[in-house]
């Protein structure tokens, strides 16, 4: 089966993607976009409609594959604890195998843009892609069967998530190696975290 010729349109998300997790959304004019992406800047308008909607999608793009990534062979029917170190194995995971995703993200989560997403992650009940958060469902369950502690969303959200994230992070620069051991030792943190 022969490569996938990259498109143009590719071309410009991943010179987006590869300039903003090194040097940040200011780091990353147009202009500069359009020379690593070896394309006219025009072409960039022709693709997207401004730098904006540039960023809005390759972020959408990414949420998405990690999307794809934790619901990989995820079985609704287990139990909750399962389900839960399921997803967080698989972020994890995915994460320290992509960190110019993950530094991406982050930056985006940081700035102005990532604001927007995050109310939206939040408070709707699907997110842009139209997918169910199974994340947010598993809160509902465990909550409603008082198997996790009763905070609010965004409380959950933070000791479930924000601790793998901080992690990767540490991993990604070195200060400390990730293992399939540790990974679970970590996720298992989380869980104790947010269970009852």
């Not at 202009?31 to 909607?53: L, T």
């Not at 990690?66 to 062979?73: L, P, S, V």
């Not at 958060?133 to 008082?146: F, H, V």
């Amino acid at each position: 089966m022969g490569h996938l010729k990259k498109t143009k349109r590719d071309e410009i998300m991943q010179a987006t993607l590869e300039l903003i997790a090194e040097h940040g959304f200011h780091g990353a004019p147009t202009a500069m976009i359009a020379e690593k992406a070896n394309v006219a800047i025009g072409s960039i308008y022709r693709y997207f409609e401004n730098k904006d909607a540039l960023v809005n999608e390759l972020y959408y793009e990414i949420e998405n594959r990690i999307f794809e990534a934790i619901i990989a062979n995820y079985q609704k029917e287990k139990p909750i604890k399962e389900r839960f170190s399921h997803i967080g194995e698989k972020l994890l995971k995915y994460l320290i195998a992509n960190p110019m995703a993950f530094r991406f993200v982050e930056q985006f989560h940081n700035s102005p843009y990532g604001v927007a997403v995050r109310r939206e992650r939040l408070f709707a009940e699907k997110n842009k892609t139209g997918k169910t958060d199974i994340l947010k469902e598993l809160y509902r369950e465990g909550k409603a069967n008082q198997l996790i502690k009763d905070v609010q969303l965004p409380v959950f959200f933070a000791l479930a998530l924000g601790a793998l994230v901080a992690v990767a992070r540490n991993h990604i620069l070195g200060f400390i190696k990730l293992d399939d051991h540790r990974i679970d030792q970590i996720v298992g943190a989380c869980w104790d975290a947010v269970k009852r």
